[in-house]
């Protein structure tokens, strides 16, 4: 899934910088550096440069994206959840689909599963074919204390092509191919 998200990120970074040459030489410079040190693991200054970024340009909605990712792995949850929101409300359909989900995922890891349920079913309905979604909303369910619906959203996250969905549900319920939902 990390590949996943990355690409998609690379993809859309690469759409925004090309679509306006003023953000191409300023954000999206200062956005190009921060990614390169994101990559190199040097996620505080990843974020200082995302975050000068954004103040040159405060739409600049990959800038949001990568910044609350390289929050998200330094554990600042509540940093990461503000940005996220942020790709939420300023970004296209796509970008709000992986806003919503990546917000959910940070909500888990902090361990707010209930909070982070809404999340997931943002998300999907917005791209109902996002497993990812599923899977993590079966989650953050299990957490919660719903064994039925996490068990739901692993068998649908496993038929939409989730690998982590399929091998859960291959150790804990052998028969969920055959099953009927």
């Given at each position: 899934?990390?590949?996943?998200?990355?690409?998609i990120a690379l993809v859309i970074a690469g759409m925004v910088t090309?679509?306006?040459?003023?953000?191409?030489?300023?954000a999206g410079s200062l956005f190009d550096s921060g990614f390169s040190k994101h990559q190199s693991g040097d996620l505080k200054e990843a974020v200082r440069l995302y975050s000068k970024a954004i103040e040159s340009d405060g739409k600049f909605v990959m800038a949001y994206q990568m910044r609350a990712a390289a929050w998200q792995r330094l554990r600042q949850f509540s940093r990461a959840i503000d940005d996220y929101t942020m790709v939420i409300t300023?970004?296209?359909?796509?970008?709000r689909a992986v806003g919503y989900l990546n917000r959910g995922i940070v909500k888990n890891m902090a361990g707010r599963y209930?909070?982070?349920?809404p999340d997931f079913n943002q998300a999907i309905s917005i791209?109902?074919?996002m497993a990812s979604a599923y899977f993590h909303r079966g989650i953050a369910k299990s957490k919660a204390g719903d064994p039925e619906g996490n068990l739901d959203d692993f068998i649908q996250a496993a038929r939409l092509g989730d690998s982590d969905a399929e091998h859960w549900l291959d150790r804990n319920d052998p028969e969920w191919r055959q099953a009927r939902r």
């Amino acid at each position: 899934m990390k590949r996943r998200s990355m690409s998609i990120a690379l993809v859309i970074a690469g759409m925004v910088t090309a679509a306006d040459p003023a953000i191409a030489d300023t954000a999206g410079s200062l956005f190009d550096s921060g990614f390169s040190k994101h990559q190199s693991g040097d996620l505080k200054e990843a974020v200082r440069l995302y975050s000068k970024a954004i103040e040159s340009d405060g739409k600049f909605v990959m800038a949001y994206q990568m910044r609350a990712a390289a929050w998200q792995r330094l554990r600042q949850f509540s940093r990461a959840i503000d940005d996220y929101t942020m790709v939420i409300t300023i970004g296209e359909p796509s970008f709000r689909a992986v806003g919503y989900l990546n917000r959910g995922i940070v909500k888990n890891m902090a361990g707010r599963y209930s909070e982070a349920i809404p999340d997931f079913n943002q998300a999907i309905s917005i791209d109902r074919f996002m497993a990812s979604a599923y899977f993590h909303r079966g989650i953050a369910k299990s957490k919660a204390g719903d064994p039925e619906g996490n068990l739901d959203d692993f068998i649908q996250a496993a038929r939409l092509g989730d690998s982590d969905a399929e091998h859960w549900l291959d150790r804990n319920d052998p028969e969920w191919r055959q099953a009927r939902r």
